[in-house]
């Protein structure tokens, strides 16, 4: 059968599969399978489906994933989360700005230490939405902020959009790490520039009078009052949390020790922070180790099947015949990427950002090669597409996240995170393409491991 036709039913075909809503890992694996048939027949089957699948997630590199989320479910059920923004909510007492902006700070803090969007996000639900709200936030704006709070952990290291764009590519975990350091305090930037214009485009809509301000003050305090913290668990919580991030990014950083390694001390640090502060128990370990085994098992079958739909691409010579479509503009890489950019975006807005990764890196590494740009600065280009991808609809992980854990409608907190992604998307993306140094200086220089 022609690879044309062949390659237009496969894309139908996943179309029809995603707006059914079948898992991605069930659709990758079903359109390569169908695929890999109609271009060799069945006799392709046995050898693909044999060891190929365990070889691809018996990976070194991919044991940081279940580690990494492990830590996270640590941290998560410490409690150290609410102890940080209860002292984020006594710092910004009195400036009601202050308090939007250290809440995205302190997201890029959690998600740079869970590598988890969603929980990191629905942990800001839990916590700061109330508080934002009380402050004089309207519900989208809250729960807008703790979307892009959380999202942030699509780019800020440890990522495991990284970490699965390293094992696809052979690309140095490490270095991809260092290299996105830039880009995501760009986009944790970016993301507050648009909070700020959102609140005070509120505050002159509808201004809250003196006496009101005053209510709400006066409210704060006395439930700052009757739920105040101990100082002694307080201490503990800033003490382990900048050990856990000194831990994570020192260790990486100077080149101590690999992604891996870090993960795995950043577990046994996450760990010790719950038992400092009284969490641990036989529900802390069920809660923790079900949600890790979860993630861990939906990214290893979202891997298989990418890896069974990367062998349908290379075989359908998809990448070629793309290249050959883009040969007009080949002599523009900033034309073709500003391209890849608008199709990634899409398809972030609609489909798991893992599984964007493994499902078009296939497709387009080649077009990256033969365009001569550096293959971590398009990981790391990736990445923050994800991030944004994770608070556009119709499929933002975080707003969903936020949403169910506040109430507050996805709908209104889309509206409210669409001007936060394309503003980021502008800047950010632009930056990067116009100045590739932003991603590649740091790894150039550092002594990172992969």
């Not at 169908?34 to 392709?44: A, D, H, N, R, Y």
């Not at 077009?367 to 990736?382: H, K, N, R, S, Y």
């Amino acid at each position: 059968m022609d690879s044309y036709l062949v390659v237009g039913i496969i894309i139908f075909m996943m179309i029809v599969f995603l707006l059914m809503g079948m898992y991605i890992h069930a659709v990758l694996l079903a359109s390569g399978i169908i695929g890999l048939i109609l271009l060799e027949g069945f006799s392709i089957l046995p050898g693909l489906l044999g060891n190929e699948p365990f070889n691809r997630v018996a990976s070194y590199t991919l044991t940081t994933i279940p580690l990494f989320v492990l830590m996270a479910q640590f941290i998560l059920h410490s409690g150290l989360v609410q102890d940080i923004f209860y002292i984020v909510h006594k710092i910004s007492r009195g400036r009601r700005s202050l308090l939007g902006t250290l809440t995205l700070i302190i997201g890029g803090m959690l998600g740079a230490v869970s590598g988890s969007g969603t929980a990191t996000a629905a942990s800001l639900g839990q916590v700061a939405v109330p508080e934002l709200r009380k402050h004089g936030y309207s519900g989208p704006l809250a729960g807008a902020i703790a979307s892009a709070g959380g999202s942030l952990s699509g780019i800020i290291p440890p990522s495991i959009i990284l970490i699965l764009y390293g094992v696809a590519t052979e690309t140095p975990v490490g270095a991809l790490f260092i290299g996105a350091f830039i880009p995501g305090v760009l986009v944790m930037t970016t993301f507050i520039i648009a909070m700020l214009f959102y609140y005070r485009r509120e505050t002159k809509r509808s201004p809250a009078t003196a006496e009101a301000q005053a209510e709400i003050a006066s409210a704060a305090e006395a439930e700052a009052e009757e739920e105040k913290v101990p100082v002694t668990r307080l201490t503990v919580s800033v003490i382990m949390g900048f050990l856990i991030v000194a831990t994570i990014f020192g260790g990486i950083y100077s080149g101590i020790f690999t992604p891996t390694e870090a993960g795995a001390i950043g577990s046994v640090v996450g760990l010790l922070t719950a038992l400092l502060l009284g969490k641990v128990n036989l529900n802390f370990f069920k809660a923790s180790l079900t949600e890790t085994i979860k993630l861990t098992g939906m990214v290893m079958l979202i891997m298989i099947g990418a890896q069974i739909f990367g062998r349908f691409v290379s075989l359908s010579l998809l990448p070629r015949k793309l290249i050959n479509l883009l040969e007009p503009l080949m002599a523009t890489p900033a034309l073709v990427l500003l391209l890849i950019s608008a199709i990634l975006f899409v398809m972030f807005m609609f489909i798991e950002g893992a599984a964007v990764i493994l499902m078009t890196i296939p497709v387009f590494l080649p077009i990256i090669t033969a365009l001569q740009v550096d293959v971590l600065w398009f990981g790391v280009f990736i990445s923050v597409i994800c991030t944004i991808g994770l608070i556009t609809p119709p499929v933002g992980l975080s707003v969903y996240a936020v949403s169910g854990v506040t109430g507050i409608s996805s709908g209104s907190i889309f509206k409210v995170g669409m001007g936060f992604a394309v503003f980021s998307m502008i800047v950010v993306c632009g930056l990067m393409i116009a100045f590739p140094e932003l991603a590649t200086w740091l790894p150039s220089i550092s002594g990172g491991k992969g």
